[in-house]
T-cell receptor, first 114, second 116 residues
Framework: AQTVTQSQPEMSVQEAETVTLSCTYD???????LFWYKQPPSRQMILVIR??????QNATENRFSVNFQKAAKSFSLKISDSQLGDAAMYFC???????????FGAGTRLTVKP | GAGVSQSPRYKVTKRGQDVALRCDPI?????LYWYRQALGQGPEFLTY????????KSGLPNDRFSAERPEGSISTLTIQRTEQRDSAMYRC??????????????FGSGTQLSVL
């Protein structure tokens, strides 16, 4: 079974600075998708960014980008120019190409300091 | 509806009681998923449906948990003889088309279940 590990329970960043959240996963599959979700205090689940494993190019969405290292099974999220509204729990998730369950990591709580 | 709707938002029950949690997916969405999220943890997959057919229930923790989606739209997750360890946020998600890991999941706000 696939597992997703987020080794940083908490992270802190100064407003306008850059922060990187780590995620590693374990799989024997070659085709899959990786996601970062944001969960603010409202406990909504908001998709931040998505990466297809077959794509070598790292996904980017405005201030959010990923560093996808397939051989190392690493999928880190970089937030540039951090804003107060970025403060939230961030979950890394893995989804197999062949089935539909999505596996989540335990999350990283990000604090943004003004 | 505009988004995935779950009810009730909060449910407090006594140990041993049965509870039914409702999910109303986005209109037209074929796939519906149930997740459970303990405090400080990531969501844990429970089960999912394509239309009215339950495709995978491997994540249901035991036989006290069941789910149905009889008409391929609204789904109900039922927990019988609740126990304190069942306390968690129960979250529903839907996607437009079945299978395909690329499909975006839309999550509801969840039902916070507290078993006393």
């Amino acid at each position: 079974a696939q597992t997703v590990t987020q080794s940083q329970p908490e992270m802190s960043v100064q407003e306008a600075e850059t922060v990187t959240l780590s995620c590693t996963y374990d799989t024997s599959e070659s085709d899959y998708y990786l996601f970062w979700y944001k969960q603010p205090p409202s406990r909504q689940m908001i998709l931040v960014i998505r990466q297809e494993a077959y794509k070598q190019q790292n996904a980017t969405e405005n201030r959010f980008s990923v560093n996808f290292q397939k051989a190392a099974k690493s999928f880190s999220l970089k937030i540039s120019d951090s804003q107060l509204g970025d403060a939230a729990m961030y979950f890394c998730a893995y989804r197999s190409y062949n089935n539909n369950d999505m596996r989540f990591g335990a999350g990283t709580r990000l604090t943004v300091k003004p | 509806g505009a988004g995935v709707s779950q009810s009730p938002r909060y449910k407090v029950t006594k140990r041993g009681q049965d509870v039914a949690l409702r999910c109303d997916p986005i209109s037209g969405h074929v796939s519906l998923y149930w997740y459970r999220q303990a405090l400080g943890q990531g969501p844990e997959f429970l089960t999912y449906f394509n239309y009215e057919a339950q495709q995978d229930k491997s994540g249901l923790p035991n036989d006290r948990f069941s789910a149905e989606r009889p008409e391929g739209s609204i789904s109900t997750l039922t927990i019988q003889r609740t126990e304190q360890r069942d306390s968690a946020m129960y979250r529903c998600a839907s996607s437009l088309v079945p299978s395909g890991a690329r499909e975006k999941l839309f999550f509801g706000s969840g039902t916070q279940l507290s078993v006393l």
